[in-house]
């Protein structure tokens, strides 16, 4: 389902990354706003994600603004213990290999890390019940 987000909506600062490695937001109104979270690779860009594990549909951190593993190498969803690449968003351990994180395109305008589009394409639906989901 395609969603419609105020343009340039703001996500945090760039600073804001720098106690995690990582930074969730949340944005629009209603029952069912856009959970993302953003971080930065090792070449510097910036890389944003739904937070929205592939394996069963849960949200990927367990606290607060804390996807990323202790040594900041992998994003972890706290469920089951998938390893996702926080370049591709692809699954490289834990029940749902091959599977992806779905990509949010963002940039940086001055210190404020914002949405690069006013339309995204995310299923914005509650997550599947277990029974549903892919193991
Ligand atoms: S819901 Fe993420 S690994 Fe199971």
Redesign the pocket.
Known sequence: MSMSIPNDAILCKLADLAETGSRGFRVGGGDWPLKGFVLRVDDGSLRAWVNH?P????P?ELLPHRFLTADRKFIQ?S????LFDPVSGSCVA???PGRKLRPLAVALQGDDIVLASSSVDVDNAPPRRAAESTQ
Do not use: R
């Open positions: 594990c394996h069963a549909g849960h990927l969803c469920s089951h213990g998938a834990g029940p749902c």
